[in-house]
């Protein structure tokens, strides 16, 4: 499970759905929740949580998809399995994993510096933590 810091910048509300959205290294990432905590307030300092397996990866990606959370990383390492590939991206100093199969790994030619979009859906991502300094 990939942990990211970040700090809520904004929340829009209608009946019980909520789209939250952070700050993370100066990057706005969303994030759609059904039942949002009513202590969640903007300013505060949360951890989100995104399992690997939801972090997508593009190369000499340009387009517009529907994906809320676009952000560019380099790729840190890339370990290909027989059927998976661990996929290691660095944005700044934070690293996330993603897990992708093996075969786009090979047709991506995914190789250490390469520059990469990471793409992540609003649905998938998930308070894990209110920081409390």
Known sequence: ?????????????????????FDFLGTSLKMMSLDLNENIKVGQKVILIVKSTNILV????????????????KVEEVDNGKLLSSISLKIKEIILESIITQSSSSKMDLKKDDEVTVLIKASDL????????
């Open 1 to 21: 499970m990939n942990k990211i810091e970040a700090i809520i910048s904004q929340i829009d509300n209608i009946d019980n759905l909520n789209i939250v959205q």
């Open 126 to 133: 998930s308070i894990y933590e209110v920081i409390n300094d």
């Open 58 to 73: 593009a190369k000499n990606f340009e387009g517009m998809l529907s994906f809320s959370n676009q952000f560019k990383a």
